[in-house]
C-alpha cells in the first residue's frame, strides 16, 4: 500500500505547500501517489507529474470540485483512499478543512500538524503552542495526517517522470455550494512561502500607521507582510496577515517582528525562522527571548532610520 498525498492548487498551479508534503511522505516507506482534484486543472496534474519522488498522480478533472469544497473532496478521497496506508496533506486552511471530514467518512482518527516522521505510524507533532512536542503513535489501519510545510525541506518541482490517470470517481455530496470569493491581490510574496517577512504588532500603533512604517521596510526587502493576533483582532489589518498560533505558521530565512511584545500564540507561528529580529521599546519583551538580534527603541524612529539605511 502506497501513500496520498492531496495537492493543494487553484486550478492552475501547483502550490508550493504540496512539495513540503511530499518530501514528508518521502520518510515513510511506500510508492508515492498525488491527487489533483479540481476543475480544467490538467496543468496541475502535469506539474505534479514532474515533482521528485512522485510516482502516480490522479487527476479528478469535473466542475464539482472546481472551488474544492470541502465535502465533495473529502467524498472523493475517503473513496479513493481506502487503497492507501497513508494520506497526507499540508496543514493550512486547505488540508485543515477537508482531511477531517475525510478521516471522520473512513472512521479512523487522524493526526494533525506532524512536524517529524519516527517511523511509518510514529510521529511528532507540537502542543501547548510549539512548547512541548508529543510523540504520538498511531494504531488505525490508514494514517490521515496533516503536514506542517516549515518542518520539512520542500522536494525539487523538477526531475520527476510520474504517470498521470484520469479519476471517474464524482463525489457531489450535495450539501454545500459554492457563493463568491475576495481575494486580496497584493505585489508583495505570499505570506507562508515568503523568505523574509515584516510582521507588525500592537505596538505600531494603528492600521494607518503600520502602512506608514512597514510598507516602506518591506517594499525595499521585497518582503511578505504579516501581524500579531493583537494587531489583526484592533483591526490594524486583515486577518490572512496573521502569523501564529491561530494564524499562519511561517519560517522564513528572515523574521523582522516590530512592535510585538512575542506571546507564545505568536512564537508559535514564526519561532523556527532561520533569523529573527525584534524591534521594540520594551527590552524585556518576551520576543527576545527567540530573537538572534533585536533593537531596543522607537519604531517610529529606528524603523525609517533603517530603511534609509537598506
Known sequence: MGILVIAEHDNKTLNAATLHVVAAAQKISGE????????????????????????????????????????????????????????????????????????????????????????????KRPIYAGNAIATVESSESIVVATVRGTAFDAVAAEGGSASVEAVGEVKDVGVSKFISEEIVKSERPELAAARIVVSGGRGVGSGENYHKILDPLADKLGAAQGASRAAVDAGFVPNDMQVGQTGKIVAPDLYIAVGISGAIQHLAGMKDSKVIVAINKDEEAPINAVADYWLVGDLNTVVPELVAKI
Open 32 to 123: 508515492i501517489t498525488v491527487l489533483v482534484a479540481g476543475s480544467g486543472a490538467q496543468a496541475v496534474a502535469d506539474a505534479a507529474a514532474k515533482v521528485a519522488g512522485v510516482s502516480k498522480v490522479l487527476l479528478a478533472d469535473n466542475a464539482v470540485y472546481a472551488h474544492q469544497l470541502a465535502e465533495n473532496v473529502a467524498a472523493l478521497i475517503a473513496e479513493l483512499g481506502k487503497d492507501y496506508s497513508h494520506i497526507l496533506a499540508a496543514s493550512t486552511t486547505l488540508g485543515k478543512n477537508i482531511l477531517p471530514r475525510a478521516a471522520a467518512l473512513l472512521d479512523v482518527s487522524m493526526i494533525s500538524d506532524i512536524i517529524a516522521v519516527e517511523s511509518a505510524n510514529t510521529f
